[in-house]
């Protein structure tokens, strides 16, 4: 039986992103492949091992280590695997007979200025490396793909398409079991919703000068609440983001639990994202799955991702996104429509289809 592992170390250190893409991959491969042989890596400082069905085991080799490659190298060959599953970019010298990687994006290569000084020298110094050490490469959306291609010259066929799913508790809920929520994170009864890190990337500079002209037309217009963490370069953008004016009506919420987050979509007047990339973007996914509408930038992978729903604006533009907003917030049969039809487009996006593409590409290679 081919021997499978996954690395899922990084789970110990942070959430969101990569680390929610390696939980929910492992619990649907549990569904899906109940007989499989299956490690899953955890970090020693782990609380969380992901899994009640398959093996787990215990690292010492941390993630984004300067020596990372040799020494994980090292900690895994003893498992004897045929095939190791790297989540987060970068796979280890040896240690499995053959290699995939994840790559959701190429931010560190467009962006450099927007990530830390030790993330940029961890995967911009490695991933060409990387890629070349992989036997197969999956990432997240058809975007991803062709940047792959275009900016480290993989060919096409190295290359599978998986999408990222949405959990299933993002959905239409009730007020009964929205209010408490929202009362409990001290929340107005309506608001625009940003959900993310808080860090230049995102371009939250641009939603926050469209919101001021968007609050000088309407001077009723609700509040705008920013959910996730603090990240790279917060302080400086919270000094630009003060001197725009419009302060007094912007609301931040960190480290909002998980489960309370569907609560915090479905009371959202709208979603925006107003990043100039995206490898792939959650929150508009999860927005839809939740019926609230999502407006997105043009750029990369967010077009993609929302299709026919909701609204796209030049990230660039913050006229434009006022306008988007204007457009979003006063029109109400458009709203019931894009409602169903972000309801429907969310439910193709399933973490039981992204795990049988993964199983695919390992069978491929077994």
């Given at each position: ?333 458009w709203r019931a429509t894009m409602r169903q039809r972000g309801l429907t487009r969310a439910a193709h996006f399933t973490w039981a289809n992204s795990a049988q593409i ?9």
């Open positions: 039986m081919t021997h499978i592992g996954i690395d899922a170390r990084l789970n110990a250190y942070q959430m969101g992103g990569i680390s929610t893409y390696a939980r929910q991959l492992t619990a649907a491969l549990e569904q899906l492949d109940p007989e499989g042989h299956y490690t899953i890596f955890h970090s020693r400082k782990a609380t969380d091992l992901l899994t009640t069905n398959f093996c787990s085991a215990a690292l010492w080799t941390p993630p984004h280590n300067r020596v990372m490659r040799l020494a994980l190298a090292l900690e895994v060959a003893r498992f004897r695997l045929d095939i190791l599953h790297c989540p987060d970019f970068i796979p280890p010298f040896f240690g499995a007979k053959r290699m995939v990687i994840t790559v959701h994006d190429l931010t560190f290569l467009h962006y450099p200025q927007y990530i830390t000084a030790d993330s940029r020298r961890y995967y911009n110094d490695q991933i060409q490396a990387a890629v070349q050490k992989a036997d197969h490469i999956l990432t997240v959306s058809e975007s991803a793909k062709a940047d792959i291609i275009e900016r480290l010259h993989v060919e096409s066929e190295k290359i599978t398409v998986q999408p990222n799913g949405v959990d299933a508790n993002f959905r239409p809920l009730t007020p009964e079991q929205i209010d408490p929520i929202i009362q409990k994170l001290d929340l107005p009864s309506s608001y625009i919703l940003h959900v993310g890190t808080f860090e230049p990337r995102k371009n939250l500079i641009t939603l926050v000068r469209a919101y001021k002209i968007l609050k000088a037309q309407f001077p009723d217009t609700p509040p705008l609440v920013f959910v996730g963490r603090r990240g790279w370069l917060y302080d400086e953008m919270m000094h630009d983001i003060h001197d725009v004016g419009v302060s007094d009506h912007l609301i931040w919420r960190e480290n909002v639990d998980h489960v309370a987050l569907p609560a915090v979509y479905n009371k959202a007047a709208a979603l925006v994202m107003a990043s100039h990339y995206e490898g792939f973007g959650l929150p508009p996914l999860e927005a839809m799955a939740c019926g609230t509408i999502p407006l997105v930038s043009n750029r990369a992978s967010l077009p993609e991702i929302v299709g026919d729903v909701g609204l796209q604006f030049d990230p660039d533009d913050p006229a434009a996104l006022a306008d988007a907003l204007a457009f979003a917030l006063t029109h109400n049969t993964a199983l695919s590409v390992y069978r491929s290679l077994s």
